[in-house]
């Protein structure tokens, strides 16, 4: 399988290029766009931050999460009421889970089953939602003062898409995005950055998850019969062969 094929492994609920499908934030059309993998040419350090989001797709709403720690990313989707996280155990190696709450079921992709699918993140990315190649190839502009940091502006055109960015530069993270084209937008407005996270925010802890079933992603090809696999394979836009 190849990463650039498969959704699943974006792990962000964002439509980050609307070339391809839009996020529809229903569970069975949960689509994203693949992320590529980062190189030794992109050395990117984030801070700690918790952060919520509102973000919009076309008509649809929902409240969007992200937890950043030094080897560990995890994004929820309220709509969708999904979180996924990553953990890097070493250098380009990394695990997956792919919590499904309505399902009160959990997915794991260990780092040999991503390797084999050649499916690493882009953990910049994934760290800071905008990956530094979009930066790149946008127009900086205005600066101001947001969140009590320097927001800077990046404005531009890319792959048939335009793009409107307030870029939180200390946190490394959007203040606020804008990507439209025909018949299609997406925004996203930062609401509440934090260095730690509120309590009662929807973070998939062990204890909340502790009932759950879990099921190893390489055991996808036996369980084909089971309706939730059946149903994450469809939505993932693809069926495994052995």
Do not use: C
């Amino acid at each position: 399988m190849n990463a650039k094929k498969s959704p699943i492994f974006a792990s962000l609920l964002l439509a980050l290029s609307l070339s391809g499908p839009v996020v529809a934030l229903e569970a069975h059309h949960d689509h994203a766009v693949p992320v590529t993998k980062t190189t030794a040419s992109q050395p990117v350090i984030q801070s700690p931050v918790a952060a919520r989001f509102d973000l919009k797709v076309n008509e649809m709403q929902t409240d969007w999460y992200l937890w950043r720690e030094a080897d560990s990313i995890e994004t929820a989707n309220a709509a969708v009421g999904q979180n996924d996280i990553w953990h890097r155990v070493r250098g380009n190696e990394y695990n997956y889970r792919r919590v499904f709450h309505n399902d009160q079921r959990v997915v794991d992709y260990t780092a040999g089953e991503i390797k084999t699918r050649h499916a690493e993140p882009d953990w910049s990315k994934l760290a800071s939602v905008i990956s530094p190649q979009l930066l790149q190839e946008l127009k900086r502009g205005a600066s101001k003062t947001l969140f009590g940091q320097k927001a800077v502006r990046y404005t531009g055109k890319v792959g048939g898409q335009s793009i409107d960015l307030w870029w939180l530069e200390q946190a490394q993270l959007p203040a606020s995005l804008k990507m439209t084209r025909t018949g299609q937008r997406m925004t996203l407005a930062l609401k509440e950055l934090h260095s730690k996270a509120p309590a009662a925010w929807p973070r998939a802890t062990e204890e909340r998850i502790a009932d759950y079933g879990q099921i190893d992603a390489a055991d996808f090809g036996d369980m084909e019969s089971d309706p939730f696999v059946a149903r994450i394979l469809a939505q993932d836009g693809h069926s495994h062969t052995h």
